[in-house]
């Protein structure tokens, strides 16, 4: 079992999940391309063969770390948990913005929090509810700004129901992520992972895979790369840092998305994301500024 050091500070805890969060935003972006071009299930095999062939030598270097039994079914409870999140939410993901789909998903942090007393007996102190839903609230104005811009047909709508179901098993996931920094390194966390993941969507293949394009596989190496930069990134701070003092982190995962919607697939901010955004950050700070004055 590692035991990482504890620092005498949250913030660089905070800030490798802001970077790790960051990086699986601009990863959602090239996998949506992907998942346009061949589909959601081919984007998502091809993602994790490169994520796993790229953490290979670096597992290698690290002295080939292998899981205890118990370790082991942790990661692949985990693995199979993001197998479901990742279908539906890249399902519902091609269907309406990504703004919008990053903020039905911020439904998943409220949940953590009571994951998190149930799974890892962590108590739930009131600013991190507080944090939880402030960051919730600024989710709400910004997603009612953006739906109330356009018309949405049974497409959007059933997008919008899948990132709903997604969110519930981000929810676990983040939980389970707490649970699994803790008994493994992030190196063998993003190995068994990608190993993992790969080979959940490599046994459903026949039924859905599609021969990808070059632009196809551009994007799915990117998103292979950005999602394993993810999960060390993450793997490191949820080893050190509370769940509930991360979690309101994760709302910044929505600046991320609206920039890469902008930039690649011309999607349009409203005015409700000024006043969104200030309440993600305050929820952030509030988050954050408990575990700060205990240090």
Known sequence: MQTPSRPTSVLLPVLAVVAGIASFSVMDAAMKAASLAVGVLTALLLRNVFAAVMTLPLWLAAGRPVPSRKVAKLHFQRSAVTAVMAALFFHGLVR????????????????????AALLLGETIHPRAILAALLGLVGMV?????????????????????AIVFSAVFYALNLVLQRKQALLAGPI??????NFNLALIFLVFAPFYWTMPDAAALYWTLAGGALATTALLFLSWGYARAEAQVLV????????????????IFGETLGPGVIAGTTLIVLGCWVGTMRAQNNT
């Open 248 to 263: 309101p982190v994760e709302y910044t995962g929505f600046l991320w998305a609206a920039l890469m919607g902008w930039l």
């Open 96 to 115: 309406i913005p990504m703004a919008e789909g990053m903020a039905i998903s911020f439904f998943a942090p409220i949940i953590a929090l009571y994951f």
């Open 141 to 161: 104005v910004i997603g009612a700004d953006r739906f109330g811009a356009g018309e949405y047909g049974p497409d959007a709508i059933e997008g919008t129901i």
């Open 188 to 193: 063998e966390i993003a190995q068994f992972q």
